[in-house]
């Protein structure tokens, strides 16, 4: 440990001489009545003569986030989860012992104050304080230009000093929790059950990614961190469970970016009796109603861009998107080999075990995903790379699933379910040769999924929408370390 700074030091000292005058530096709770913002709301617009009326006294409690002395009298701001308010700390409205303590407490440190309200001269609403206690001494001072920052990361690192001092930041992470709970309550309302599947798999299955390993040591065996719940949301639509839906932690090991965190939340859901079309309808639906309740509109702002929510919205499938947007030539989508050399032209790593279809999205990630700033269903993709959706009836080669795309970026993938146990079988045993030839990301083979296929699983439809990101849309957030409170950081130093 190094030497501890002076304000530290000093603060330190004041620690010593509270413990010398008996006062509790850590008291366990406190009553509190009213809050900051119900203060402002029930009283924000009285004016000095009502107020005055007013003698009934309130018991508050927050951090000190500013002071300013004047001998025997001091002007304080406290704050709490619902905003700040002024406080005014006089000698002779409270006990002798309790400016004592007053003296020796700094910003950051926690009170309880109890007092009628008033307005000062400059007509800002205070509470006189005739009771004061300290509830929580803070060691360490806060920072005087955090919110200023250049570097970020110890913004992250230090999530709890980020959010004391930017109610912006703050605000991003109540907006994500009214996000995450409207979804939960329009899902339930249309009928949706709520479950919870395994965190840690036997087998990592759902999604082409590379997982985290741990280990049981009762049991002796391997575990997954799981990349996705979908193979066992599917499961309980065998079991009868019609309609489910999960808001998952995923976990994926790949690398760290504005869009990639190795944790990351998922909005899962699963429908029985349903096609991708139908999850088209229902996904306009579900963003239009949170747009309305968090945004108050079907519009936003993102990063200087204005993206228009408003249905329909545009469908098209992955092949026109190519032909359209980036320009490709007929011979790229009829071969292999022109596919792969317009791809390493470009840049684009292509490994001989690639088909010809993982290229073509290759390029479509490449080319197309940039440019789909509102929201774009994009269908069509081929068999080779959606190994748990159904084949297209009228062209086998593809299948019915959509990945949707807002502001450059997938923020849903969903199809209609592969429920042929025979097909499944087979496609796992394809992704098999490709994880033994060298690809780490594609699926394990599953006997027990296919097991629980042969039980029969009616015509179903699945999505999974990225809440992380859905929350970096709808606050203006340019990374997504910027709406997960505890982002995975690399080691200090």
Do not use: C
Not at 90 to 111: A, C, E, H, S, Y
């Amino acid at each position: 440990m190094g030497k501890p700074s002076a304000i530290i030091e000093v603060r330190a000292n004041k620690v010593e001489k509270l413990k010398a005058s008996g006062v509790n530096l850590y008291p366990a709770g406190y009553r509190v009545d009213i809050t900051a913002g119900e203060i402002l709301k029930r009283f924000g617009d009285m004016d000095e003569k009502a107020l005055e009326q007013e003698t009934q006294t309130y018991a508050v409690a927050g951090r000190i986030v500013s002071r300013r002395d004047f001998g025997k009298a001091s002007f304080i701001h406290i704050k709490d989860r619902t905003g700040r308010i002024q406080a005014y700390v006089r000698k002779n409205k409270i006990q002798p012992d309790q400016f004592d303590t007053f003296k020796l407490m700094d910003i950051g440190d926690f009170v309880g104050l109890k007092g009628p309200l008033f307005r000062t001269k400059t007509g800002e609403l205070t509470l006189v304080a005739e009771d004061l206690t300290l509830l929580s001494k803070a060691m360490r001072p806060l920072p005087e230009k955090w919110h200023g920052l250049t570097d970020v990361e110890t913004r992250y690192r230090q999530r709890y000093v980020d959010l004391i001092m930017n109610d912006d930041v703050r605000e991003v992470f109540v907006t994500r929790s009214r996000i995450i709970q409207t979804i939960r309550e329009f899902f339930i309302e249309k009928d949706f059950l709520e479950v919870e599947t395994p965190m840690m798999q036997p087998i990592p299955g759902g999604a082409t990614a590379r997982p985290f390993v741990t280990h049981h040591n009762a049991l002796g065996m391997d575990l997954y961190m799981r990349v996705a719940p979908e193979l066992y949301l599917k499961r309980l639509v065998v079991g009868g469970l019609e309609r489910v839906f999960e808001i998952n932690r995923n976990f994926r090991n790949e690398g760290l970016s504005i869009k990639h965190n190795p944790e990351f939340t998922m909005m899962e859901f699963y429908m029985a009796y349903a096609t991708y079309d139908d999850l088209m309808v229902l996904t306009e639906e579900v963003f239009g109603h949170v747009l309305e309740q968090v945004r108050g509109g079907r519009m936003i702002e993102y990063q200087g861009k204005t993206i228009d929510f408003t249905p329909p919205w545009k469908r098209i499938s992955l092949f026109d998107a190519l032909r359209e947007t980036g320009d490709v030539e007929e011979n790229v989508f009829n071969d292999r080999e022109p596919a792969a050399a317009l791809a390493r032209s470009l840049g684009i790593a292509v490994q001989d075990r690639d088909g010809h279809g993982q290229i073509l999205t290759k390029l479509f990630d490449h080319l197309v995903e940039p440019h789909l700033l509102h929201p774009t269903f994009v269908t069509g993709y081929p068999t080779e790379v959606s190994p748990l959706s159904r084949r297209n009836d009228q062209d086998p080669s593809l299948t019915d699933r959509f990945e949707l795309f807002i502001g450059g970026w997938e923020i849903a993938n969903a199809f209609t379910e592969l429920n042929d146990p025979v097909d499944q079988k087979g496609r796992f045993e394809s992704q098999v040769a490709l994880r033994d030839a060298g690809d780490k990301e594609a699926l394990f083979m599953d006997e027990d999924y296919v097991t629980a296929l042969e039980y029969g699983m009616p015509p179903t439809a699945g999505e999974g929408i990225g809440i992380d990101r859905l929350v970096m849309l709808l606050t203006d957030s340019p990374s997504i370390r910027d709406v997960i409170l505890f982002p995975q950081m690399r080691p200090k130093g």
